[in-house]
């Protein structure tokens, strides 16, 4: 039990009577916090007003013995998984990772590293209805410009590094068919199953980073005559882009690690359902000829400086002792990725197949998985196995022609590709940062 109730501030419209007595029975008799009821101040944006409220409590209602202090909003309900003990470990552990803010539960998270069994780093989020705030980030909130168009909680998201989120969640947001804050929450339902989806991802990520943690390192022999290995390497390629044939060539040029293959792109007219039906053509001719591994190319796949045969094809090697079905080369986007090693990342989607390594175990479930017009390659494969992982730094990425036979969006949007990869790239270096530090 914490020794000093905790100050907590509650936001409240006055008209909103049904979620105020709802909110103040959910503190009822719990004696760690100190509630106070704060009215909210009104905005014709719902946004503007929760942001002008917190400014409220930070200027007039904080006082200098305060280390902490919990602000809610009025749709907050404690979970099963509450208790005064959780709350009390999570904030210590909290201030010792110099926390400036820690989430009760989140609505979404677009990365998450595992800190304890019980506690989450977390980078953008959603869900602001239960969050300590610490004494050292009061002022850096206080002096916060905030727009129109702003979120409190991605505004807050995207100042600090040093944020948190108890797991399993100890707070969701109540449904109430209506929304003074986000209008798209006015649907039934929405809410719970936002959190509900959340929550399922950290235990993904957790369950993940057990498996791997827990299983036995196979440790490559420093021996190894990488320059004997070779790979079968198909690359697809429609005969009329003469100009992508010759750079792929260029690419492959004197890496004797890869045995090329030019395979015809079976031509549709949606493009997409061409590449899948490519990469399965493919893989009929790997099974075919009892192949233990494959790379599968498209024809706008460029390495990049980080690419190096020894360290390349050591990953290969460890990805199949660690049961991966592939493996990416790299990715427009990751979604939850984790690192699981040095060079490896696992994802639950990776976007893009410009350059991706099959390994023959997963054959039979690409030739077998239904299909139909409106198949995307990168999220079938991705939606097929969890066992799934992506190379770290890239090695590969997209070389922008100017435009795309696969995806649409590409033609529309000049350099879309380079800041995909970009962006992708730079998030798993922040993950991988934290997961150095962090996990200390």
């Known amino acids: 039990m914490l020794s000093i109730p905790i100050p907590t501030f509650i936001i409240n419209l006055k008209h909103r009577s049904d979620r105020r007595t709802a909110v103040t029975k959910a503190f009822q008799n719990r004696n760690e916090f100190a509630v106070q009821i704060v009215e909210a101040k009104e905005h014709k944006i719902g946004a503007v007003g ?83 705030i610490f004494r050292k980030f009061f002022d850096v909130l206080r002096s916060l410009s905030f727009q129109e168009q702003d979120a409190a909680d991605y505004k807050i998201a995207a100042i600090t590094e040093k944020k948190f989120v108890i797991y399993p969640f100890i707070s969701i947001q109540k449904g109430y068919d209506y929304s003074d804050v986000t209008a798209k929450n006015n649907q039934v339902g929405r809410v719970e199953e936002l959190f509900a989806s959340s929550l399922a991802s950290l235990e993904a990520i957790l369950k ?176 097929m196995t969890s066992n799934k992982m992506v190379l770290y730094p890239f090695i590969s990425v997209q070389k922008d022609f100017g435009y795309s036979d696969i995806t649409a969006v590409h033609n529309e949007h000049k350099g879309i590709v380079q800041n995909l990869f970009a962006a992708a790239s730079q998030q798993l270096g922040m993950i991988k940062r934290i997961q150095q530090t962090q996990l200390l």
Request: hydrophobic share 40%.
């Open 50 to 132: 929760l942001w002008e409220s917190i400014q409220h409590i930070l200027e007039h209602l904080v006082t200098d013995k305060d280390d902490f202090i919990l602000i809610c909003e009025d749709d907050h309900q404690f979970t099963t998984a509450y208790t005064a003990d959780i709350l009390q470990n999570s904030i210590k552990l909290a201030k010792e990772k110099e926390a400036d803010i820690l989430l009760g539960g989140v609505s979404w998270c677009n990365a998450a590293v595992p800190v304890t069994d019980h506690l989450f780093w977390v980078n953008k989020f959603s869900g602001l209805q239960f969050a300590i």
């Open 208 to 383: 993940v980073k057990q498996y791997y943690g827990q299983q036995s390192d196979h440790e490559i022999p420093t021996d190894t005559e990488f320059e004997t290995i070779t790979l079968p390497t198909y690359v697809i390629n429609l005969p009329e882009r003469v100009e992508r044939l010759a750079h792929i060539k260029q690419q492959f040029e004197g890496r004797m690690e890869f045995d090329l293959n030019i395979i015809e792109a079976c031509k549709q007219e949606v493009g997409a359902l061409g590449l899948w039906m490519s990469i399965r053509k493919i893989v009929a001719m790997a099974k075919e000829r009892e192949e233990d591994v494959i790379v599968i190319s498209e024809d706008d796949h460029e390495f990049t400086a980080d690419y190096s045969r020894d360290v390349f094809l050591k990953n290969v090697l460890q990805s199949f002792y660690q049961n991966a079905d592939y493996i990416s080369g790299g990715t427009g986007g990751a979604s939850l990725g984790i690192m699981i090693d040095e060079g490896r990342f696992w994802a639950s989607r990776l976007l893009s197949t410009q350059f991706i390594v099959i390994y023959s175990k997963f054959f039979d479930a690409i030739l077998e998985e239904p299909f139909d017009e409106t198949v995307l390659a990168d999220i079938k494969l991705s939606e």
